[in-house]
């Protein structure tokens, strides 16, 4: 072993205003055996030469730079550089408590953990007030005081409305990632949620820390606040359906209610994406083919208990003329009271 810890890799784009926030939370971390890897995914603004600094100035510090290549990319080149016993992924507009590092360590090797997961404060770029509690957006309903095998700990999310697929939001085992070949499926958005249940799915043990040491931030023109592309979203939900698919063939002892789950509830997003699509949008071939190339797995995992998404999938358009009526009808009958 190489005494290295954990591996923090943070990709950086176009992110000046923020990313010194973020170094310095790395800088200030009380768990002293890390390595920073800088991924520069071909910023065009001062970014780049700031990390530059860091890397000049603390030896605990890398920086790589590539051609842009999209989030997925810049983390795969960072994971394929990680060398600690665990890695962590932060983003670079985003920052972690002092304390943060450590406090994750120590639970991971105490419970010889593949995989921690735990929470973030959110605060609004204009206000510096962190948030977190009841309500909040990263905070769990379920209390998890156990140590679960992976598949075990997605139900439980499930049931409980817990699902929380950032993987600024967990500590990893690296040997678990490397072991399964793991990576982030690249050109995609919402890549987390594929790597997540991936993840998951294929660990022995899983925990839950409900303590929030990562602070997200919310800012406009981020993946998070930019309105929503609901062509670009549909491909990732293709693109993840697909590579689930594949996965599951590799791992057969994963198929089951808690994988079927997963399946359908991505199945549902792709539904209501088309929803939100305009009929130019809906009429494109590109559009058509995401849908297409996923209509084979409908029959798989939506039988006879779904005969509404059956009927989207092969009746779009009727399906939709239906949803119509049925608002239009409730419209009428609220007026009539």
Known sequence: ??????????????????????????????????????????????????????????????LVSRENGGLSAARNTGLNMASGKYVYFLDADDYLLDESLEILYNKAEKDNLDVLQFVAYTFEDDKRQLIWGKGSTYCYIGKYDGIYKGIRALQLFADNGDIYPSCCLMLTRLDTIKENNLSFYEGIIHEDNLFHWELLSISERVSVLNQPLYCRRYRAGSITTSPPDWRTKAYASSCSLLAAEKFIEQHPEIAGATTMWYMMSWLNLMKQYWFFMDNATRNEPVVKSYYDAVSHIVSQYAGRENKSMRLFWNYRRIYSMCRMVKVIIKSKLKRWK
């Open 1 to 62: 072993m190489n005494g290295i810890k954990v591996s923090v890799v943070v990709p950086i784009y176009n992110v000046e205003k923020y990313v010194v926030e973020c170094l310095n939370s790395l800088e200030r971390q009380t768990l002293k055996d890390i390595e920073v890897i800088m991924v520069n995914d071909g910023s065009t603004d001062s970014s780049g030469m700031i990390a530059a600094e860091y890397e000049r100035r603390n030896e605990k510090f890398c």
